[in-house]
């Protein structure tokens, strides 16, 4: 579960940043569920989606140390055959 001011990889949609993580009813559903909400860095709008949910491709963006680390190990990564 991502936590507010994480910086996600949402869809089509880009980079975001999510800004609450809050219970909301789901229409056609008893009860409620926590929804993240989201606003993308390079569009205004504001999104919000099932914390649960696997529609849309999410993944937490690397820090730019990460990135670093992940291309350092390319030389040493063997292919599959």
Known sequence: MYQVGDLVFY?????CEVADIAMRKVP??????PY????PLYQECVIRTPVNG??????PILTKKEAE?????????????
Not at 11 to 15: F, S
Not at 28 to 33: C, L, R, V
């Open 11 to 15: 869809g089509g949609t880009g980079v």
């Open 28 to 33: 056609g559903a008893s009860g409620e569920q």
């Open 36 to 39: 993240y909400t989201m606003k």
């Open 54 to 59: 696997n529609k849309v491709f999410m993944r």
């Open 69 to 81: 680390e992940l291309v350092d190990s390319i030389p040493t990564v063997q292919a599959k055959a």
